[in-house]
């Protein structure tokens, strides 16, 4: 069956990196665009970021571009999400999925609170 | 970016009761496959998002039959026909057919 585990989150300083990953099983990881999202307490879902299957195609939502690089390695089955220039804004869960617009399967989320 | 509305907000129903939400876009959802890529997802609290339906009106497995889904346009539609006690929570729907692919606000649902 589908998973998706995240890992990575915590706290950090406004202005600091962190590096999320997400580990997938049960199903062909490099066939999949994979998505990151997040949800700020009491808020809705936001997409940030997706990547094809092979990694040459990639879109962000303008909140991180710049700040947040997303990357995959197809041969750990893993997906990434470097975070820098972190703001208290940023304060969420993350959430990996699978393909950005049918988003079928999401992971158990990692928290990242930003504050000083 | 595409503004997605919900109404009700919040929505107290009796066991057994029927509840109906509705969602609304700032414009239309027709992808260029020919889908309207509008999708519903159901959060209890603690746990990530689950989703119930896909283009508009495809439960998906192990969703329950009392739940269904319709809409065209930028007007969309979920409906319980008998609520359960399991069916508390928020339910947001999404659309994933402009980026950047966003959510509405989220609809609460609690037993009266």
């Known amino acids: 069956q589908v998973q998706l585990v995240e890992s990575g989150g915590g706290l950090v300083e406004p202005g600091g990196s962190l590096r999320l990953s997400c580990a997938a099983s049960?199903?062909?990881?490099?066939?999949?665009?994979m998505t990151w999202l997040r949800q700020a307490p009491g808020k809705g879902p936001e997409c940030l970021s997706y990547?094809?299957?092979?990694?040459?195609?990639?879109n962000y939502a303008d909140s991180v571009k710049g700040r947040f690089t997303i990357s995959r390695d197809n041969a750990k089955n893993s997906l990434y999400l470097q975070m820098n220039s972190l703001r208290a804004e940023d304060t969420a869960v993350y959430y990996c999925s699978r393909d950005p617009r049918p988003l079928d399967f999401w992971g158990q989320g990692t928290p990242v609170t930003v504050s000083s | 970016d595409v503004v997605m509305t919900q109404s009700p907000l919040s929505l107290s129903v009796t066991l057994g009761q029927p509840a109906s939400i509705s969602c609304r876009s700032s414009q239309g959802l027709v992808y260029s496959d020919g889908y309207i890529h509008l999708n519903w997802f159901h959060q209890r609290p603690g746990q990530s998002p689950r989703r119930l339906i896909y283009?508009?009106?495809n439960r998906d497995s192990g969703v329950p039959d009392r739940f269904s889904a319709s809409g065209s346009g930028t007007d969309f539609t979920l409906k319980i026909s008998r609520v359960e006690a399991e069916d508390v929570g928020v339910y947001y729907c999404?659309?994933?057919?402009?980026?950047?692919?966003?959510f509405g606000p989220g609809t609460k649902v609690d037993i009266k």
């Open positions: 283009r508009v009106s």
């Open positions: 999404m659309q994933g057919t402009h980026w950047p692919f966003t």
């Open positions: 990547i094809s299957g092979s990694g040459d195609y990639i």
């Open positions: 049960g199903f062909i990881f490099s066939d999949y665009y």
